[in-house]
């Protein structure tokens, strides 16, 4: 399988860069995610933005993807930091109310289409190989903004990570960070929407930075090795798909693909993660001896 050879064409090249810039903010985010224990959330997230694009889509075509989903990302973000700190609905059932309502709603209104069909595969699945320039833009300047965000409230979001109880006897202001979470999510599903759709993004999330974590038990190592795991995958996964389907005559969906072979380097990272643990302790054992002996 060739490496480099699918990348000379442009649309690939479009598509390399905009999962490489992807796995970068997916695999940042998701660690938090994943250290919070926010899946849940996040996969409700990706989903209720889903209104929010279709409708972008009804009124401005494919330039209104991005804003109308940025705008649902907004407003579901603020939705759910919300509920999640009212108490008279577990937070469980009030992100399954809000993600079964919003997904609801854009089916309706997508079904409103003549092309039903292919509307709606190419909104939960997105289209990887027809991102243009201007989405690429997009993408980078999300990919900022996001970086700036939590470089700037690193601490405190931290803190609020480790110690949520410290943090707010501290004077942090939680539900703020909660919301400031929130967000960077929703922008993450937002950049990501167009390129692998609405369903697809929860695997950029979590898989590289689940990867990660098993890699690695400190957190200066975890971030970079999850944006790394982020940005491979979408380069293997674009090549697999593009070589089954040009030399073997196999029609590979490139997001699915790219999923696929991030659950794959998820696998060998937990293989890796165990021989690394269970050497660790074999080494532990045979050091016990001589420290007892030197004492």
Partial sequence: MSLFEPFQLPFMARALVELVILGVLAGTVGVLVL???????????THTVFPGVVIGYL?????GVFW???????????????LAHRRRVSEDAALAMVLTSLFA??????SQRTAFTSDLTQFLFGRILTVTQEQLVQTAVVTVLVAALL???RRPLMLRTFDPEGAAAAGIR????????NVAVALVVVAAVQAVGTILVIALLIVPAAAA???????VFIVPLACLIGALGGWLGLAASYEASVYHGLRLASGGTVVLVLVVLYGVAALAGAVRRRV??????????????TR
């Fill in 35 to 45: 250290l919070r224990r926010l899946a849940f959330v996040s996969d409700t997230l």
């Fill in 59 to 63: 009124m401005a075509g494919q330039d």
């Fill in 68 to 82: 109308g989903a940025l705008a649902a990302g907004a407003v579901t973000a603020v939705l759910l930091t919300v």
């Fill in 105 to 110: 709603i854009g089916v309706v209104l997508v």
């Fill in 151 to 153: 470089a700037v409230l």
């Fill in 174 to 181: 939680v539900g703020l960070l909660d919301l400031v979470m």
């Fill in 213 to 219: 974590r098993a890699l690695s038990d400190r957190l």
């Fill in 280 to 293: 660790g302790l074999s080494r532990a054992r045979l050091g016990t001896p001589e420290l007892e002996m």
